[in-house]
C-alpha cells in the first residue's frame, strides 16, 4: 500500500489558524475581564462618591444662601432701621420657626416699623415651606392635632394654604396617635358617649378609621360617661327619668347605658 503524504504546507496552514483562533479567545477573554473588573465598583468608593456628592450640594446651598444673604445686607446697606430689623429677624429664625406674615408682626410687636420688618423679611433667603414642617412639629411636640386641623393651625398663624398644607403632610405625625391623645383629653374635660365622642375626632378633622381608633384604644367606661352626662344634663335643667333616657340616648349612649345612668342619679 502507498502511503499518503500529507504536504507541508498544509500543516503548517493549520498551525497558523489554530494559533490565530487562540489569540482571538484570549483578547476576547482580557476584554471580558476587564469591563467585568470595571464594572463591579467597590461599595464603599460609591458610598464616599455619595457622602462627596451630598456634601458638595450642601455646600453649594450654604453658599447660595451666604450669596443671598450678601445681597440683602448690599441692598439695606445705609439704612440703620432696616438693618436692625434684618439682624432681628434672622436671630428670631435662628431659634424658632416662623410663617413670613409671623415674623413681620413679631419684629413690629419689638418696635420695628412696619415697612421696615416686611423690607426685611421680603430680604431674607428664607424656605417658608421649611419653616412650616418646622412649625407643625413644635405644635405636635406639644399638642394633638388631626392633619387637617394642623393645617389651619398653621394658616391661622399666617402660613399660605400651601405651605400649612405641606407642614401638615410632612411634620411626621402619626394621626391614629394622635386621635387617640385627643380622645383622652376630650374624656378628662367632658362627658360623651363612644359614638359622641367618635363623631367630634371627625368634626375635627380625623378620619372615621382614625376617630374610630382613638375612641377606641382610650378604653373608656361609658356607664360611667352616662352617669357624668346625666349629671351635667340636671344641672341646666329639668328632666323626668324617661326625658333622660331618651336624651342620653339621643347624644349617642346605648339604652342600657342612659339607664344605666339614671338610676346611679337616683331617678
Given at each position: 500500500m502507498q502511503e499518503r503524504i500529507i504536504p507541508s504546507y498544509t500543516i503548517?496552514?493549520?498551525?497558523?489558524?489554530?494559533?490565530k483562533k487562540s489569540l482571538l479567545v484570549l483578547i476576547f477573554l482580557i476584554l471580558f475581564i476587564s469591563r467585568l473588573v470595571s464594572g463591579c465598583s467597590n461599595p464603599e468608593e460609591e458610598s464616599l462618591k455619595d457622602d462627596d456628592s451630598i456634601i458638595s450640594e450642601e455646600t453649594k446651598e450654604k453658599e447660595l444662601e451666604e450669596k443671598a444673604e450678601e445681597v440683602a445686607e448690599e441692598k439695606l446697606?445705609?439704612?440703620?432701621?432696616?438693618e436692625k430689623a434684618f439682624k432681628s429677624a434672622k436671630d428670631f429664625l435662628s431659634y424658632l420657626s416662623f410663617s413670613k406674615e409671623g415674623l413681620i408682626e413679631q419684629l413690629e410687636h419689638d418696635g420695628h416699623k412696619s415697612e421696615d420688618a416686611r423690607f426685611a423679611v421680603d430680604s431674607l433667603n428664607t424656605d417658608w415651606l421649611e419653616q412650616a414642617?418646622?412649625?407643625?412639629k413644635s405644635y405636635l411636640d406639644y399638642g394633638a392635632f388631626s392633619k387637617s386641623d394642623?393645617?389651619?393651625?398653621?394658616?391661622?398663624?399666617?402660613?399660605?394654604k400651601e405651605e400649612a398644607v405641606h407642614g401638615a403632610q410632612n411634620s411626621g405625625g402619626d394621626w391614629l396617635e394622635?386621635?387617640?391623645?385627643?380622645?383622652?383629653?376630650?374624656?378628662?374635660?367632658?362627658?360623651f358617649s363612644k359614638i359622641g365622642l367618635i363623631?367630634?375626632?371627625?368634626?375635627?378633622?380625623?378620619?372615621?378609621?382614625?376617630?374610630?381608633?382613638?375612641?377606641?384604644?382610650v378604653e373608656g367606661d361609658w356607664f360611667e360617661q352616662a352617669v357624668k352626662a346625666g349629671k351635667n344634663y340636671l344641672?341646666?335643667?329639668?328632666?323626668?327619668?324617661?326625658?333622660?333616657?331618651?336624651q342620653l340616648e339621643f347624644v349617642g349612649f346605648a339604652t342600657e347605658e342612659a339607664v344605666y345612668a339614671v338610676e346611679e342619679i337616683g331617678l
Amino acid at each position: 500500500m502507498q502511503e499518503r503524504i500529507i504536504p507541508s504546507y498544509t500543516i503548517y496552514g493549520t498551525k497558523k489558524l489554530l494559533y490565530k483562533k487562540s489569540l482571538l479567545v484570549l483578547i476576547f477573554l482580557i476584554l471580558f475581564i476587564s469591563r467585568l473588573v470595571s464594572g463591579c465598583s467597590n461599595p464603599e468608593e460609591e458610598s464616599l462618591k455619595d457622602d462627596d456628592s451630598i456634601i458638595s450640594e450642601e455646600t453649594k446651598e450654604k453658599e447660595l444662601e451666604e450669596k443671598a444673604e450678601e445681597v440683602a445686607e448690599e441692598k439695606l446697606s445705609g439704612n440703620p432701621a432696616q438693618e436692625k430689623a434684618f439682624k432681628s429677624a434672622k436671630d428670631f429664625l435662628s431659634y424658632l420657626s416662623f410663617s413670613k406674615e409671623g415674623l413681620i408682626e413679631q419684629l413690629e410687636h419689638d418696635g420695628h416699623k412696619s415697612e421696615d420688618a416686611r423690607f426685611a423679611v421680603d430680604s431674607l433667603n428664607t424656605d417658608w415651606l421649611e419653616q412650616a414642617e418646622k412649625s407643625a412639629k413644635s405644635y405636635l411636640d406639644y399638642g394633638a392635632f388631626s392633619k387637617s386641623d394642623l393645617a389651619q393651625q398653621l394658616e391661622y398663624v399666617g402660613f399660605t394654604k400651601e405651605e400649612a398644607v405641606h407642614g401638615a403632610q410632612n411634620s411626621g405625625g402619626d394621626w391614629l396617635e394622635q386621635a387617640e391623645k385627643v380622645a383622652k383629653n376630650y374624656l378628662e374635660e367632658e362627658a360623651f358617649s363612644k359614638i359622641g365622642l367618635i363623631e367630634k375626632l371627625e368634626d375635627l378633622g380625623f378620619t372615621r378609621e382614625e376617630a374610630v381608633h382613638g375612641v377606641e384604644k382610650v378604653e373608656g367606661d361609658w356607664f360611667e360617661q352616662a352617669v357624668k352626662a346625666g349629671k351635667n344634663y340636671l344641672e341646666y335643667g329639668s328632666f323626668s327619668r324617661d326625658d333622660l333616657i331618651t336624651q342620653l340616648e339621643f347624644v349617642g349612649f346605648a339604652t342600657e347605658e342612659a339607664v344605666y345612668a339614671v338610676e346611679e342619679i337616683g331617678l
